[in-house]
């Protein structure tokens, strides 16, 4: 799809916070679609190997890919991605990780301009409004 004036671009913010049960299959997943990519020069396959080994969150990044993540959304074409992953310390308690909180500090303003989040007529989620073609949706 080529740029033009009727393009439209949406930024798309996805957060996970995945418990790592099994470490060992984790790896082992990671390790099997290293080996499978016949396109990766040896000297990074072995550097892979190394890096999955010692880090879960390596290992995941290597499972993990955006474009599946959209692949069959109809209407779309991924122009870009980039992530990363990191192992980190998670109290499901602990009010950081509260998104309700973090979702008014995203940068997102709405339609007339303030952070404020709209009330919710319906009781859905939706704010009351019914989202138009090309508007960017929150979910939380």
Do not use: K
Not at 73 to 96: F, H, K, N, R, T
């Amino acid at each position: 799809m080529s740029t033009s004036e009727t393009s439209r671009f949406v930024r798309l913010r996805v957060e996970l916070v995945l418990e790592i049960e099994d470490p060992e299959a984790l790896t082992g997943a990671a390790l099997e679609r290293i080996a499978a990519d016949e396109f990766m020069p040896d000297e990074e396959r072995a550097h892979a190997r190394s890096s999955v080994r010692e880090d879960e969150a390596e290992a995941l990044a290597y499972l993990v890919d955006p474009f599946d993540l959209v692949a069959e959304v109809p209407g779309v074409d991924l122009a870009q991605a980039s992530w990363s992953s990191e192992q980190i310390d998670y109290d499901p308690d602990d009010e950081e990780w509260d998104l309700d909180d973090d979702a008014s500090d995203d940068g997102y303003d709405d339609e007339d301009g303030d952070d404020e989040d709209r009330d919710d007529e319906r009781g859905d989620g939706t704010g009351g409004e019914e989202a138009e073609e090309g508007d960017a949706a929150r979910v939380r």
